[in-house]
């Protein structure tokens, strides 16, 4: 009980510094190269503890986003949902392969979260018209070395989890 509560908070704890992250103002020409950093750290947790952290949270998570953000209720919920899904499904996959291969997983991953998105504001008709749409994506997958070695030495410093093998 006491492993699960430290693995839901320091979860939390990081979960919210990437929402603090992805709501920080930037300059106006930055803003097409903010990553998905909500994301990308619920994808670190759903791989270093699946039974912990999940679609549920995920599902939290991209609604808060969508409030934040002023986006249709739902819409990055649900491809965080999707992404968040198929991580569970390959985790022990993901967990051995090496950071080269996690960040091109990762980066379609992503990609098929901003497609859906992409799809959604398309019906709403608020479709961009520019390739910098897909730059959180690109941007997101070239940062994922770096989140899951801070994340992990997160998890190693608080014996978040007893997974030696991640």
């Known amino acids: 009980m006491k492993m699960m509560n430290k693995t839901l908070r ?7 510094g990437a929402f603090m992250l992805a709501i920080m ?3 106006e020409w930055a803003i097409e190269f903010r990553p998905d950093w909500v994301t990308l750290v619920l994808i670190y947790w759903a791989m270093a503890a699946p039974s912990k952290i999940g679609v549920t949270m995920a599902w939290i998570a991209g609604l808060l986003l969508d409030v934040s953000y002023g986006t249709l209720m739902g819409q990055n919920a649900v491809g965080m949902v999707l992404v968040i899904y198929v991580v569970h499904l390959q985790h022990q996959r993901l967990r051995v392969a090496s950071l080269l291969q996690q960040a091109i997983v990762i980066f379609f991953l992503l990609l098929i979260k901003q497609l859906s998105v992409l799809w959604v504001d398309g019906m709403l008709g608020r479709a961009p018209n ?13 940062l994922w070395p770096w989140t899951y070695l801070i994340l992990k030495d997160l998890q190693r410093k608080y014996s978040v989890t007893k997974n030696y093998y991640f």
């Open 10 to 16: 320091i979860g939390l704890f990081t979960v919210i």
């Open 25 to 27: 103002p930037l300059p």
């Open 130 to 142: 520019s390739w910098l749409y897909f730059m959180p994506t690109l941007i997101s997958a070239l």
